[in-house]
Protein backbone atom coordinates (compact mmCIF):
# COMPACT_ATOMS: atom_id res chain seq x y z
CA UNK A 1 0.00 0.00 0.00
CA UNK A 2 1.15 3.57 -0.89
CA UNK A 3 0.14 6.78 0.11
CA UNK A 4 -1.79 7.30 -3.05
CA UNK A 5 -3.70 4.05 -2.89
CA UNK A 6 -4.80 4.86 0.45
CA UNK A 7 -6.04 8.11 -0.36
CA UNK A 8 -7.66 6.95 -3.40
CA UNK A 9 -9.31 3.89 -0.99
CA UNK A 10 -10.58 6.92 1.13
CA UNK A 11 -12.00 8.70 -1.11
CA UNK A 12 -13.84 5.26 -2.68
CA UNK A 13 -14.58 4.52 0.82
CA UNK A 14 -16.43 7.88 0.99
CA UNK A 15 -18.41 7.55 -1.96
CA UNK A 16 -19.59 4.07 -1.17
CA UNK A 17 -20.87 5.42 2.38
CA UNK A 18 -22.25 8.70 0.38
CA UNK A 19 -25.09 8.69 2.79
CA UNK A 20 -23.53 9.83 5.32
CA UNK A 21 -22.09 13.10 3.62
CA UNK A 22 -25.89 12.88 2.30
CA UNK A 23 -27.15 13.09 6.04
CA UNK A 24 -24.89 15.89 7.01
CA UNK A 25 -25.44 18.02 4.42
CA UNK A 26 -29.44 17.97 4.50
CA UNK A 27 -28.86 18.53 8.82
CA UNK A 28 -27.02 21.56 7.88
CA UNK A 29 -29.67 22.91 5.13
CA UNK A 30 -32.58 22.03 7.71
CA UNK A 31 -31.08 23.32 10.96
CA UNK A 32 -29.95 27.01 8.76
CA UNK A 33 -33.87 26.27 7.32
CA UNK A 34 -35.23 26.56 10.66
CA UNK A 35 -34.55 30.16 11.68
CA UNK A 36 -36.32 31.83 8.98
CA UNK A 37 -39.57 29.63 8.99
CA UNK A 38 -39.68 29.11 13.16
CA UNK A 39 -37.56 31.81 14.52
CA UNK A 40 -38.19 35.08 12.81
CA UNK A 41 -38.00 35.87 8.80
CA UNK A 42 -37.40 39.10 8.85
CA UNK A 43 -34.10 40.14 7.18
CA UNK A 44 -33.55 43.01 10.21
CA UNK A 45 -32.88 39.66 12.36
CA UNK A 46 -31.63 37.22 10.08
CA UNK A 47 -28.71 39.37 8.70
CA UNK A 48 -26.89 39.78 11.63
CA UNK A 49 -27.31 36.62 13.23
CA UNK A 50 -27.04 34.62 9.55
CA UNK A 51 -22.61 34.06 9.83
CA UNK A 52 -23.42 32.54 13.38
CA UNK A 53 -26.42 30.55 12.48
CA UNK A 54 -24.80 29.18 9.56
CA UNK A 55 -21.31 28.48 11.51
CA UNK A 56 -23.43 26.86 13.98
CA UNK A 57 -25.20 24.57 11.43
CA UNK A 58 -21.69 23.60 9.93
CA UNK A 59 -20.30 22.37 13.48
CA UNK A 60 -23.12 20.47 14.01
CA UNK A 61 -22.85 18.93 10.34
CA UNK A 62 -19.20 17.94 10.75
CA UNK A 63 -19.83 16.33 13.87
CA UNK A 64 -22.05 13.90 12.13
CA UNK A 65 -19.49 13.48 9.60
CA UNK A 66 -16.38 12.48 12.06
CA UNK A 67 -18.26 10.94 14.78
CA UNK A 68 -18.31 7.54 12.66
CA UNK A 69 -15.23 8.52 10.92
CA UNK A 70 -13.05 4.95 12.03
CA UNK A 71 -15.88 2.87 13.63
CA UNK A 72 -16.07 0.88 10.02
CA UNK A 73 -12.43 0.41 10.03
CA UNK A 74 -12.33 -0.30 13.77
CA UNK A 75 -14.62 -3.16 13.12
CA UNK A 76 -12.98 -4.66 10.31
CA UNK A 77 -9.53 -4.78 11.29
CA UNK A 78 -8.54 -1.75 8.88
CA UNK A 79 -7.73 0.13 11.87
CA UNK A 80 -4.56 -2.47 12.87
CA UNK A 81 -3.67 -2.90 9.07
CA UNK A 82 -2.94 0.70 9.17
CA UNK A 83 -0.88 0.62 12.45
CA UNK A 84 1.36 -2.59 11.21
CA UNK A 85 1.79 -1.60 7.63
CA UNK A 86 5.11 -0.14 8.18
CA UNK A 87 3.84 3.85 6.45
CA UNK A 88 3.73 6.67 8.93
CA UNK A 89 0.18 6.60 10.52
CA UNK A 90 0.10 10.70 11.09
CA UNK A 91 0.76 11.09 7.28
CA UNK A 92 -2.38 8.44 6.83
CA UNK A 93 -4.35 10.19 9.41
CA UNK A 94 -3.41 13.81 7.47
CA UNK A 95 -5.10 12.44 4.34
CA UNK A 96 -7.98 10.82 5.62
CA UNK A 97 -8.95 14.08 7.20
CA UNK A 98 -8.14 15.32 3.90
CA UNK A 99 -10.59 13.14 2.01
CA UNK A 100 -13.28 13.39 4.71
CA UNK A 101 -13.20 17.36 4.67
CA UNK A 102 -13.05 17.78 0.65
CA UNK A 103 -16.42 14.93 0.87
CA UNK A 104 -18.44 17.28 3.22
CA UNK A 105 -17.34 20.93 3.01
CA UNK A 106 -17.37 21.20 -0.64
CA UNK A 107 -21.21 20.22 -0.61
CA UNK A 108 -21.96 22.19 1.93
CA UNK A 109 -20.36 25.43 -0.15
CA UNK A 110 -22.12 24.94 -3.03
CA UNK A 111 -25.70 25.36 -1.18
CA UNK A 112 -23.80 28.45 0.71
CA UNK A 113 -25.50 30.61 -2.22
CA UNK A 114 -29.03 29.48 -1.68
CA UNK A 115 -28.92 29.42 1.79
CA UNK A 116 -27.25 32.96 2.49
CA UNK A 117 -30.25 34.50 0.14
CA UNK A 118 -32.25 32.30 2.36
CA UNK A 119 -30.44 34.58 5.35
CA UNK A 120 -30.55 37.91 3.52
CA UNK A 121 -26.73 37.56 3.77
CA UNK A 122 -24.92 40.47 2.08
CA UNK A 123 -22.71 39.91 -0.71
CA UNK A 124 -20.19 41.76 0.43
CA UNK A 125 -20.18 39.55 3.84
CA UNK A 126 -21.06 36.26 1.66
CA UNK A 127 -17.02 35.70 0.43
CA UNK A 128 -16.12 36.41 3.97
CA UNK A 129 -18.10 33.76 4.83
CA UNK A 130 -16.87 31.35 2.33
CA UNK A 131 -13.71 32.64 3.10
CA UNK A 132 -14.08 31.86 6.89
CA UNK A 133 -15.46 28.08 6.11
CA UNK A 134 -12.40 27.30 4.04
CA UNK A 135 -9.64 28.36 6.27
CA UNK A 136 -12.03 27.75 9.27
CA UNK A 137 -13.14 23.98 9.05
CA UNK A 138 -9.66 22.30 8.67
CA UNK A 139 -9.52 23.06 12.33
CA UNK A 140 -12.85 21.63 12.78
CA UNK A 141 -11.66 18.11 11.10
CA UNK A 142 -7.91 17.61 12.68
CA UNK A 143 -9.97 18.47 15.75
CA UNK A 144 -12.69 15.93 15.84
CA UNK A 145 -10.84 13.52 13.97
CA UNK A 146 -9.07 13.30 17.36
CA UNK A 147 -12.21 12.57 19.51
CA UNK A 148 -13.25 10.30 17.07
CA UNK A 149 -10.34 8.22 17.16
CA UNK A 150 -10.17 8.16 20.81
CA UNK A 151 -13.92 6.64 20.75
CA UNK A 152 -13.46 3.86 17.95
CA UNK A 153 -13.38 1.08 20.00
CA UNK A 154 -16.76 2.47 21.79
CA UNK A 155 -20.13 1.40 20.04
CA UNK A 156 -22.38 4.46 22.09
CA UNK A 157 -19.66 7.25 21.04
CA UNK A 158 -21.74 10.27 19.78
CA UNK A 159 -22.39 12.02 23.01
CA UNK A 160 -18.73 11.17 24.15
CA UNK A 161 -17.25 12.92 20.92
CA UNK A 162 -19.22 15.86 21.20
CA UNK A 163 -18.54 16.38 25.02
CA UNK A 164 -15.01 15.85 24.08
CA UNK A 165 -14.13 18.17 21.29
CA UNK A 166 -16.92 20.86 21.27
CA UNK A 167 -15.25 22.82 23.73
CA UNK A 168 -12.69 23.27 21.36
CA UNK A 169 -14.32 24.76 18.65
CA UNK A 170 -15.84 27.74 20.33
CA UNK A 171 -13.08 30.07 19.83
CA UNK A 172 -13.22 29.42 15.58
CA UNK A 173 -16.38 29.47 16.09
CA UNK A 174 -15.99 33.42 17.39
CA UNK A 175 -13.59 34.52 15.27
CA UNK A 176 -15.74 33.26 12.21
CA UNK A 177 -18.67 34.71 12.96
CA UNK A 178 -16.80 38.02 14.15
CA UNK A 179 -15.14 38.05 10.40
CA UNK A 180 -18.72 37.76 9.23
CA UNK A 181 -20.22 39.95 11.41
CA UNK A 182 -17.02 42.89 10.71
CA UNK A 183 -17.56 42.14 7.16
CA UNK A 184 -21.38 43.23 7.72
CA UNK A 185 -20.21 46.84 8.91
CA UNK A 186 -17.39 47.29 7.18
CA UNK A 187 -14.51 46.95 9.99
CA UNK A 188 -11.76 45.37 8.52
CA UNK A 189 -11.64 41.22 9.15
CA UNK A 190 -8.22 40.15 7.55
CA UNK A 191 -7.05 39.28 11.64
CA UNK A 192 -10.04 37.28 12.43
CA UNK A 193 -9.17 35.50 9.03
CA UNK A 194 -5.63 35.41 9.73
CA UNK A 195 -6.50 33.96 13.36
CA UNK A 196 -8.19 31.26 11.76
CA UNK A 197 -5.79 30.41 9.19
CA UNK A 198 -3.29 30.09 12.14
CA UNK A 199 -5.01 28.09 13.98
CA UNK A 200 -5.91 25.57 10.95
CA UNK A 201 -2.34 25.40 10.06
CA UNK A 202 -1.62 24.65 13.63
CA UNK A 203 -4.21 21.96 13.81
CA UNK A 204 -2.52 20.19 10.66
CA UNK A 205 1.04 20.09 12.36
CA UNK A 206 -0.41 18.69 16.06
CA UNK A 207 -3.34 16.66 15.12
CA UNK A 208 -2.43 14.14 12.75
CA UNK A 209 0.02 12.95 15.32
CA UNK A 210 -2.15 13.11 18.13
CA UNK A 211 -4.96 11.14 16.25
CA UNK A 212 -2.05 8.36 15.67
CA UNK A 213 -1.64 7.63 19.16
CA UNK A 214 -5.41 7.72 19.93
CA UNK A 215 -5.44 4.70 17.22
CA UNK A 216 -2.38 2.92 18.83
CA UNK A 217 -4.50 3.32 22.41
CA UNK A 218 -7.74 1.75 20.43
CA UNK A 219 -6.47 -1.12 19.16
CA UNK A 220 -4.59 -2.02 21.96
Known amino acids: MTYTSFLKSELLVLWRRKQDVVNAVLFFILVVALFPIGVNSSPEFLSPASGGIIWCAAVLAILM ?131 LLAMSLLSLVVSPFMTAIAIKASVN
Not at 98 to 106: D, E, F, M, P, Q
Not at 109 to 135: C, K, Y
Open 65 to 195: AIEGAFKEDYLDGSLEQLVVSGLSLPLLMLLKVIALWASVVIPLLLVMPLLSEMLSLPSGAFWVLIMTLLVGTPCLFFIGIIGSALTASLKQSAMLVMLLILPFYFPIIIFATSAVQAAQVGLPYSGLLAM
